[in-house]
């Protein structure tokens, strides 16, 4: 079944850890995203790719790197992590400007930073 | 700054009609989203408006009124299923798109 795969689902880490956020996606979509989501708060872009080669920074990007070595994988790295650093972490992709935007999002991640 | 509010949460009965108001400010328009995430779960695109005026889905209808700054979700024939958040956004000039804090519709039998 064509789709995002994010990996892990949940993970617990201590503080100053370093960590990386997994997410692959089949279905040959131009753009990559990695959002955050807080509750009572909006998704927030941390960075985005919006093709293989390249990457941006989006709202939250600091404390966190991404790199787009290829079409299908966009994983998310966390150097040192913090507890503020804790939240649900969603990778996803669309085909591009221009179009509907349509975004196709992965299970998510839940992050606990203690 | 760039905004979009919608109200927190909102109660409906089954079989009932509801209506989710989204208002924006944003830095130009490039189109209106509405995505469906049920608890613990995704995002899920539900509708796309770029142009004024009503879409229409199956029970789901979507407004937009460019002018305003103002979109709305209507949902008809409510369902137990239909319990989720409903999430607005806004792709801006830049085509970065810019969430709102989303509506918990909850649905009582």
């Known amino acids: 079944i064509a789709g995002i795969t994010q990996a892990p689902t949940s993970q617990i880490l201590a503080a100053g850890r370093r960590m990386t956020l997994r997410c692959t996606q089949d279905m040959r979509h131009n753009a990559m995203y990695w959002y955050r989501q807080d509750l009572g708060l909006g998704l927030r872009l941390i960075h985005y790719s919006n093709t293989a080669g390249t990457t941006g920074k989006g709202e939250v990007p600091d404390g966190y790197s991404v790199s787009r070595a290829n079409t299908d994988d966009f994983p998310l790295t966390l150097a040192s992590a913090v507890p503020s650093q804790t939240s649900v972490y969603f990778c996803?992709?669309?085909?591009?400007?221009?179009?509907?935007?349509?975004?196709?999002f992965g299970e998510g991640s839940r992050l606990t930073v203690l | 700054g760039q905004n979009i509010d919608q109200p927190t949460e909102m109660t409906a009965t089954e079989g009932a009609i509801v209506q989710i108001n989204c208002t924006y400010q944003?830095?130009?328009?490039?189109?209106l989203f509405w995505y469906q995430q049920h608890a613990g779960e995704a995002p899920t695109f539900l509708s796309y408006n770029v142009l004024d005026g009503l879409e229409e889905k199956g029970r789901f209808s979507s407004f937009l009124s460019r002018s305003k700054g103002y979109s709305y979700l209507l949902l008809k024939e409510l369902q137990m299923k239909d319990s989720a958040s409903y999430l607005c956004?806004?792709?801006?000039?830049?085509?970065?798109?810019?969430w709102g804090a989303g509506t918990k519709l909850i649905i009582k039998p």
């Open positions: 996803a992709s669309s085909d591009g400007q221009g179009d509907t935007g349509e975004l196709f």
């Open positions: 956004a806004v792709m801006d000039s830049n085509y970065q798109l810019i």
């Open positions: 944003t830095s130009g328009f490039n189109g």
